[in-house]
């Protein structure tokens, strides 16, 4: 009875044929724990070398929007409205100038009211500008604070309000070289000559850039008010990527061309684009899923009898 016992428990040993299947049997259940690993580093390395496109390009849409909604607040404005709004630009554009510019921009809480003024949309959103040379079109915003500057062009607050007029001086800022939006990062490639279009209101004002100047951040006097000249200046950051001086691109106003007094941003190409990108997003994700789907999936392997029986 006893040698019965043992002879239930008596291994036999594997054939050679078997040994190999079952190494094969676990290498697949490796590589489909590996593969998933690999695909995932390669999808992280792309999303990283992609996303400044892809966000600057975003963005760009985003401005586009912003600018959009604006010409639509702006359209359903009456006469009296707009008139109402240009006296209050221009009541403060003389305080400025009273003051003067050195005491205004170091001081500019000086002048009340400023965060209401062409206020048209609620959003802090005073008009736009636009840089064909550059392919630039930008909300301005009331303001310099980070959080503007991260999304679009903000006004220097005690400079002019850009609504034009004798004696008057504007001043327009924007970051360059941001990963996520383009700015004013191709700023300095404008030249003397060259032209940029302001809107505000229904009203698009044409300046002719006649002046660019690099300085430090204490020599402001270049955007000084001067006596019966309409200026506006774009100021940004130079050398690029280092910051430590500031670009500034000055225009004097001029005739604006009838056919750029009349056109309107509209949100019809943003909407495309809008689907085109969630076809973009969609169909990258449905090949993953499928791929993964179609990996050999790792199988446990459980072998109740290790021993073969008689």
């Not at 078997?18 to 049997?25: A, H, L, N, P, Y």
């Not at 430090?216 to 008010?225: C, F, S, V």
């Not at 940004?236 to 056919?259: K, W």
Request: proline letters at 4%; hydrophobic letters at 40%.
């Amino acid at each position: 009875m006893g040698n019965e016992k043992n002879s239930d428990f008596t291994p036999k040993f594997m054939s050679v044929d078997e040994v190999e299947r079952r190494k094969k049997r676990r290498g697949r259940g490796k590589r489909s724990f590996v593969t998933p690993i690999l695909l995932l580093i390669l999808l992280i390395g792309l999303a990283i070398v992609i996303y400044p496109t892809f966000s600057n390009w975003w963005n760009s849409k985003v401005q586009t929007r912003a600018v959009a909604n604006y010409d639509e607040a702006v359209s359903s404005l009456s006469e009296t409205d707009y008139s109402d709004y240009f006296d209050a630009a221009y009541a403060y554009n003389e305080a400025i100038a009273r003051l003067g510019s050195a005491t205004a921009l170091a001081n500019p809480d000086l002048v009340e009211g400023y965060e209401s003024i062409l206020n048209v949309s609620g959003t802090g959103i005073m008009g736009y500008i636009e840089i064909e040379k550059i392919d630039v079109l930008l909300p301005i915003y009331h303001g310099t604070s980070t959080s503007v500057l991260q999304v679009g062009a903000g006004h220097l607050e005690g400079s002019s309000l850009p609504v034009g007029g004798e004696s008057t001086h504007a001043v327009i800022s924007a970051h360059r070289g941001l990963p996520s939006a383009t700015l004013f990062t191709h700023l300095d490639k404008m030249e003397v000559g060259d032209t940029f279009t302001i809107t505000i209101l229904n009203e698009v004002l044409t300046y002719e850039v006649d002046q660019i100047s690099i300085v430090y951040p204490y020599e402001i006097e270049n955007l000084y008010i001067e006596e019966g000249q309409d200026y506006v200046t774009l100021l940004t950051c130079t050398p690029y990527g280092i910051n430590t001086q500031r670009l500034m691109v000055r225009g004097h106003r001029i005739e604006t061309e009838a056919a750029k007094k009349t056109i309107k941003v509209t949100a019809e190409a943003y909407q495309i684009d809008t689907f085109l990108v969630a076809i973009g997003v969609a169909v990258p994700l449905i090949i993953l899923l499928f791929i993964m789907a179609s990996m050999p999936k790792r199988k446990k392997h459980y072998d109740n009898k290790k021993f073969d029986d008689n």
